[in-house]
C-alpha cells in the first residue's frame, strides 16, 4: 500500500484540490480530498493522469537532427528512413527502443502505441523466432517502466498494385495469411497488449483489409497522411482511402485512423458516424510537411481525439496538445478551438490502445500519475487547470506507473537517458 497527496489533481470531473491517491498492487483504491498530505508523498505542482503516445516508431528516433540538410519531402525522408531500419537487429532495437522508452517515460509517457513493422531480418529473411523484433520492442518498454501496445503492422506491397522494394523486404509476412499467422504467437503480458495495424492502403490490398480489420483487438491505420496516398486510392479504386477502409468494414470503434490529414467531408462524417478515432501527430506532422488535419472537425463528428509523437521528432505530449490547438488556430483564424480540459482528454487518451481502465485518477485505474512542476522559467504564473497551455517535458518531475516510481525529480530509474540514447545512435 502506498499514497500519494496532490495539490492539485485532474480528476475525471476536472481539477481539484488536496487530493489523496491510495494505491495497492499498482491499482488506484482511493481517491479523496484531504487538506494535508500527512504520511503520504507529496507530489509537485499538477498531477495528470498518465500520457499516452497513441502512435510511435521507436526506431525513428534515430532520425532527429538528421534529416534536415537538404530539405525534401516525406518521399525523401523516407528513404533515410530505409536505411535506417537496415542497420537493425534485434539487439540493437532493443537497445534504441529501451533509450527511446526511457525519454518518453521522463516525459510523462505511461503507455506507447507502437506501430510496428520492422518484422525480419534486412532482404525479409525470417529470424528463427519470427517475432524476435516485436518481443524485443516490448522488452523495451518493460525495461523502461512503461507499459506497451505492440500494434502489429500487416505490410504486403510497396504501392497500390506494386511489388514490395527491396528495402521493404524486411517488414512484409508475404501474404496476409502469414503475417495473420505470426500474429497469433505474440503473447499480452502485464505491460504489453497486442493489437494489429493496416500500414497503410498503399501496403496493404484491397482484398487484404477485412482480415486486419477483423483482429480481435485495438487496430491502427496510417491513413491519408499525404495526397499522393489519396491520389493513387482513387486512380487504383475509384474512391478515397477512408471509403475504401468503409467499405472492407474496418471503420468503428476499435480503429484508429492515424493522421487523418487531407480527408474531404464525406470522409469526416464516415470516420465520425462509426466512431472511429483520429490520432493525430502534430510534430510529425509538422517536421514532415504533412499539413494540418480537421481535428476540430473531427472531433465535432463524433471520433475520438489521441495523439502520439509518431518519428520522434519531438517527445512531448504537452507540446503536442498545444501543437494541437496551435495548428486549428493557424488553420481557421479563431483561438479556443479545443479547451484546456479537451486537450488533456486527447493526452491521457488509453482506449484506443486497449487499455480503457487507464488514463484517468479514479478507483480501480491503473496507479499512473504524473506530476508537472508549476514553479518553473514556463510555467510560474499558470493556473493549475491551465498548465497544458504552459508546460513542457522539461517540468515533469515525478512518473508513477502502476504504483512503481519510474522517474523522480526528472531522473529515471535507468539513469541518464541522454547517455543511453548517445550510445545506441
Known amino acids: 500500500m502506498s499514497a500519494y497527496w496532490c495539490a492539485s489533481a485532474w480528476l475525471p470531473d476536472g481539477m481539484a484540490s488536496g487530493v489523496l491517491v491510495e494505491v495497492a498492487d499498482g491499482v488506484i483504491t482511493s481517491v479523496s480530498l484531504v487538506d494535508s498530505p500527512g504520511a503520504a508523498q507529496v507530489l509537485p505542482g499538477v498531477v495528470f493522469p498518465g500520457f499516452a503516445n497513441a502512435h510511435s516508431h521507436a526506431f525513428h528516433r534515430a532520425l532527429r537532427g538528421r534529416t534536415h540538410g537538404d530539405g525534401g519531402t516525406f518521399w525523401t525522408w523516407r528513404e533515410r528512413m530505409y536505411e535506417l531500419a537496415d542497420r537493425l537487429d534485434p539487439d540493437s532495437y532493443y537497445l534504441l527502443a529501451r533509450a527511446a522508452y526511457a525519454e518518453m517515460a521522463l516525459s510523462g509517457i505511461t503507455c506507447v502505441g507502437e506501430f510496428h513493422y520492422l518484422h525480419h531480418a534486412p532482404g525479409g529473411a525470417r529470424y528463427n523466432d519470427p517475432n524476435a523484433m516485436g518481443d524485443a520492442v516490448i522488452q523495451a518498454a518493460r525495461d523502461a517502466g512503461i507499459r506497451i501496445t505492440l500494434l502489429d503492422a500487416c505490410y504486403l506491397a510497396g504501392g497500390i498494385g506494386q511489388p514490395i522494394s527491396p528495402q521493404q523486404q524486411r517488414f512484409s509476412d508475404g501474404d496476409v495469411l502469414a503475417w495473420a499467422a505470426r500474429v497469433a504467437d505474440l503473447r499480452p503480458s502485464a505491460h504489453a497488449r497486442i493489437g494489429a495495424a493496416i500500414h497503410s492502403v498503399r501496403a496493404v490490398p484491397r482484398e487484404a483489409l ?42 468503428g470503434p476499435r480503429l484508429t485512423a492515424v493522421h487523418a490529414t487531407h480527408l474531404t467531408a ?160
Open 210 to 251: 477485412p482480415v486486419v480489420a477483423g483482429f480481435d483487438g485495438p487496430v491502427h491505420v496510417h491513413l491519408s497522411e499525404q495526397p499522393a496516398e489519396n491520389d493513387a486510392c482513387l486512380a487504383a479504386y475509384g474512391v478515397t482511402p477512408t471509403q475504401l477502409l468503409a467499405d472492407a468494414g474496418a471503420l
Open 266 to 425: 464525406e470522409d469526416i462524417r464516415l470516420l465520425g458516424e462509426s466512431g472511429t478515432g483520429a490520432c493525430l501527430c502534430p510534430t510529425t506532422e509538422a517536421d514532415l510537411a504533412d499539413g494540418i488535419g480537421p481535428a476540430r472537425e473531427l472531433a465535432d463528428a463524433g471520433s475520438p481525439l489521441s495523439l502520439g509523437s509518431d518519428q520522434h521528432a519531438v517527445v512531448d505530449m504537452l507540446v503536442e496538445a498545444r501543437a494541437l490547438e496551435h495548428g486549428e488556430r493557424l488553420r481557421t483564424g479563431q483561438r479556443g478551438r479545443f479547451a484546456p480540459a479537451e486537450l488533456v482528454r486527447a493526452m491521457t487518451a488509453h482506449a484506443s490502445l486497449g487499455w480503457p481502465e487507464a488514463g484517468r485518477i479514479a478507483v480501480g485505474a491503473p496507479a499512473d500519475l504524473v506530476a508537472v512542476r508549476l514553479d518553473s522559467a514556463r510555467t510560474a504564473g499558470s493556473l493549475p487547470e491551465q498548465a497544458v497551455m504552459a508546460a513542457t517535458a522539461s517540468d515533469v518531475d515525478t512518473v508513477v506507473v502502476g504504483g512503481r516510481v519510474v522517474v523522480r525529480s526528472g531522473e529515471h530509474v535507468l539513469g541518464d537517458v541522454g547517455r543511453l540514447l548517445a550510445e545506441v545512435l
